[in-house]
């Protein structure tokens, strides 16, 4: 889904453009979603594509919502992120390439990844 930075920028609510098109990141914490943990699907807010199951979401303690795994392969992108001194892996929504967070080696089993994802990036849907 390919829209310029004025359609974007039309659809997406300031800070949720931030996030998705300009790669910023939360304050830790801010977000309510990071506490709740009740059954349910989150969707990119930029495009709508279902990316995660409530059933991988954990608390991570990061002030980030945190997941174990995708909904299910090829639904997130993987970009090497080397921004403020750091190696990262950047994760992206496929479909609207919109940025999500990143993805670290140090999440519980079973896959051992913490997909630590803006809260801004993510709609619950169901």
Not at 2 to 16: C, I, K, N, V
Not at 21 to 38: G, N, W
Request: aromatic letters at 10%.
């Amino acid at each position: 889904m390919e829209l310029a930075p004025a359609e974007w920028r039309a659809r997406l609510e300031p800070e949720r453009y931030a996030v998705l098109r300009e790669a910023a990141t939360e304050r830790p914490f801010s977000a309510p979603m990071c506490s709740r943990f009740e059954p349910g699907r989150y969707a990119c807010a930029g495009c709508g594509t279902v990316l995660f199951d409530a059933d991988s979401k954990y608390d991570s303690g990061s002030g980030w919502p945190s997941f174990t795994r995708p909904l299910a392969p090829g639904l997130v992108g993987y970009h090497a992120d080397d921004s403020h001194g750091m190696h990262r892996i950047e994760v992206t929504c496929q479909v609207c390439d919109g940025h999500l967070g990143h993805v670290f080696p140090d999440g519980p089993p079973p896959t051992g990844l913490r997909y630590c994802i803006n809260a801004l990036a993510l709609r619950k849907v169901d």
